[in-house]
């Protein structure tokens, strides 16, 4: 079949007014129209997929109809958030549910409605990638969930992958896995630990004071270029400008995303950033001349540099 897997007709109660155009666009699905056999049945037996990975920024036009229909709605949620608890819908009694996802929800704050949504399902068996590049050319830190529709159980089978050089996922897991209480998570963020290490983690908590606190909840963004490709270099690209002109070397910091930070691992890092602060060119230049043009003057390989991105760096 083809059609919208997240928005049913129902979207014309609230816009009635919707031109055909627009209609053919969105494609509504009626599940139960579609497949009357299978929900005369109570619904699927069986749900797999890979739903697709988009960002909530491209999502403004139906976050009204998500907000209406779906318990796992957060304004700011990536969409597979919707798929989740679509695919839960759908399933009949004791049926299975299983889908491969990015593993932000976990942790992430638009995750909260669904790790709250989900601590009400009968969770079966979690598979975490962490930040293993499964999927080739697509930095995506997966993981596998899967859901029986049932009343929830007290816990959950965990395996939290450290390599991909196995040669059956099944074994590994078989090999690896453990038990995490489903009760004792908690909605701010989940952390599958253990047993041992939730009640370690749990005291941590009742006896220490989170980062968070300790900053009075003031945690900032890092660095936004809004241009990696012109800001972000690489060592070779960094050597190069600093050839062209040593002075380029006053601009060039160390850079570093959050998943190069390690626990107990000196940062090592072999990218760069051309760091210069918002209104920095506007105020070096005294304000009394063209910014562009001192920076060519004082700066000019680091000029040179950006100048093929102009186009982009306008949009």
């Not at 965990?158 to 059956?168: A, E, G, H, M, P």
């Not at 009760?183 to 963020?189: F, P």
């Not at 989170?210 to 060592?235: P, Q, R, W």
């Not at 690209?237 to 050839?243: F, N």
């Amino acid at each position: 079949m083809c059609g919208n897997s997240l928005i049913g007709w129902d979207i014309l109660e609230d816009n009635p007014n919707l031109a055909q155009e627009t209609i053919d666009q969105i494609n509504p699905f009626d599940w139960e129209r579609e497949f009357p056999e299978i929900f005369q049945n109570g619904g699927f037996s069986v749900i797999i997929g890979n739903p697709p990975y988009v960002r909530q920024e491209m999502l403004g036009k139906f976050k009204g109809y998500f907000q209406k229909h779906y318990k796992v709605y957060q304004g700011t949620a990536d969409l597979y958030s919707y798929f989740i608890e679509r695919g839960v819908s759908l399933l009949q009694e004791g049926g299975i549910f299983s889908y491969i996802v990015a593993n932000k929800w976990m942790r992430a704050n638009y995750g909260l409605p669904l790790r709250s949504w989900l601590k009400e399902q009968c969770i079966e068996e979690i598979i975490d990638f962490g930040d293993l590049q499964v999927f080739e050319g697509s930095t995506t830190y997966p993981c596998i969930i899967r859901i029986t529709k049932s009343v929830p159980r007290t816990s959950f089978e965990v395996t939290q992958l450290k390599t991909l050089d196995f040669q059956s996922l099944g074994d590994y897991v078989e090999e690896n896995h453990y038990n995490v209480n489903q009760s004792a998570l908690d909605d701010k963020g989940w952390s599958l630990s253990d047993e041992r290490t939730q009640a370690l983690l749990g005291k941590i908590n009742t006896n220490g004071v989170s980062l968070g606190e300790y900053v009075d909840m003031k945690i900032h963004y890092g660095i936004k270029t809004g241009l990696n490709e012109a800001f972000v270099i690489d060592t070779n690209e960094r050597e190069k400008l600093i050839r062209e002109d040593p002075k380029s070397s006053e601009l060039i910091r160390p850079f570093m995303a959050g998943r190069d930070v390690k626990r107990y691992q000196q940062a090592n890092t072999a990218k760069y950033i051309i760091l210069m602060p918002k209104g920095w060119t506007h105020e070096q230049s005294g304000g009394v001349r063209n910014a562009w043009d001192w920076l060519k003057s004082i700066y000019p390989a680091i000029a040179n540099h950006l100048l093929p991105f102009k186009e982009a760096a306008a949009i």
